[in-house]
């Protein structure tokens, strides 16, 4: 049996591998020489045992494996110090590297921006992270690059995230960016997660140094959408203890809300004390729909679920108060009980002026007396 072992090399990028069980443990940050593409390549341990299991099954973002859910390779060796020190000085000449390929770029007047160069640790292949707007055709500058380096060139394209995540830098919050400290996975980040928070639009405040969304924004966003399932919405009126009411804002933190009425004006009230308001006027609680029912919505279905009037057949309350059938009622529904005189002749008339012009284009029976 072989344990799964996760290593990350340059850049957060990471790839999974197998460690046999009769070996010695590796530990956290242990560098280890593991198979790379055509070679061998230096990296450090991140995760072991069933937490790189547990990563590997998920998927890696920017690694080789994708989404293979066990290693097919494992671990050449444990790493010498003679090993660390050559891949120390890989990575100080890597500078200088990407320097030489910028003034390459330059000569050719290629439209792309050079953001960094990694050597693999056996230095048999140079991979280079480049930025462009378009489509651009290095096949030139690979070849010329090749004979210069004596390696294999691998020039990849990244966006403005991914290049940031390798350059790393340091954030709005004082710390070394998410993405190049520990967060490996780049996850979609929308402008509907600023909203849901009542933060700035503004993208001077909300981006961050790859001028995107700042990935943050993701931390704590089902915690506020959790929070305000328990406050009314804003924009919605309440019928409280003085009348109807005006939701203008809610505090999530404090668990205050801000109303306002068109007699008594604005006032702050606590959530605590909005629900035993809303519980005495017959409201449902802010949770339950975000805004209250009407009042004469809810007056009227009472009304007509009285089983004495529907049993007997008279015309059921409209929620303005008369008793007139409603336009939209189901012609199927059962008639009402005949009735004769002046009231029957007054509803069949009604009738008639709502069907309109007949299919013949007769105008419709007058409800006035004949004409001579």
Same mark, same amino acid.
């Not at 859910?69 to 020190?85: C, G, H, L, N, S």
């Not at 350059?167 to 490996?184: I, M, N």
């Not at 604005?266 to 009407?294: F, K, M, N, Q, Y």
């Given at each position: 049996?072989? &344990? *799964? ?51 590997? =099954? ?38 200088? *590297? ?18 960094? &160069? ?15 707007? /378009? ?28 290049? =940031? ?18 967060? *490996? ?8 997660? &600023? /909203? ?84 005495? =006027? ?52 059962? $008639? $009402? ?19 309109? $012009?007949?299919?013949?284009?007769? &105008? ?7 004409? $001579?």
């Amino acid at each position: 049996m072989a &344990a *799964t072992v996760e290593v990350r090399f340059k850049g957060n990028r990471k790839d999974y591998f197998l460690w046999p069980d009769d070996a010695e443990p590796l530990r956290l940050r242990d560098p280890v020489i593991v198979p790379a593409e055509r070679g061998v390549d230096l990296g450090r341990v991140t995760a072991v045992g069933e937490a790189a299991t547990r990563k590997c =099954a998920s998927g890696c973002s920017g690694c080789a494996v994708g989404e293979v859910k066990v290693p097919e390779q494992a671990v050449i060796r444990r790493a010498t110090r003679e090993d660390v020190r050559q891949a120390e000085e890989l990575r100080r000449s890597e500078e200088d *590297t990407r320097r030489t390929i910028v003034e390459q770029v330059r000569t050719r007047q290629l439209e792309m921006k050079v953001s960094d &160069a990694e050597w693999q640790w056996d230095r048999k292949k140079l991979t280079v992270y480049f930025t462009a707007e /378009k489509r651009v055709d290095f096949r030139d500058l690979v070849r010329d690059l090749a004979a210069m380096l004596h390696a294999r060139i691998d020039l990849r394209q990244i966006g403005a995230r991914d290049e =940031a995540a390798r350059l790393s830098g340091v954030g709005r919050c004082g710390k070394e960016y998410c993405c190049s400290s520990w967060l *490996t996975t780049l996850g979609p980040v929308s402008l509907a997660l &600023a /909203k849901d928070q009542h933060l700035s639009l503004n993208p001077a405040q909300i981006s961050g140094g790859c001028g995107r969304l700042l990935c943050c924004l993701k931390y704590e966003h089902e915690f506020y959408v959790t929070a305000r399932k328990r406050f009314p919405k804003e924009g919605k009126t309440l019928r409280a203890a003085r009348g109807p009411e005006k939701v203008v804002a809610v505090d999530i933190f404090r668990e205050r809300v801000f109303l306002r009425s068109d007699e008594h004006g604005p006032r702050i009230v606590s959530l605590l004390e909005l629900r035993d308001e809303l519980s005495a =006027a017959g409201e449902p609680p802010p949770e339950a729909r975000g805004i209250a029912p009407r009042p004469d919505a809810q007056s009227s279905r009472a009304q007509r679920s009285d089983p004495d009037e529907i049993a007997s057949g008279a015309p059921q309350p409209r929620d303005d108060g008369s008793s007139a059938p409603h336009p939209r009622d189901d012609s199927s529904a059962a $008639p $009402p009980p005949a009735t004769t005189g002046e009231p029957e002749r007054r509803r069949k008339r009604r009738r008639r002026r709502r069907r309109g $012009p007949r299919p013949d284009g007769g &105008a419709p029976p007058s409800s006035g007396p004949a004409g $001579p």
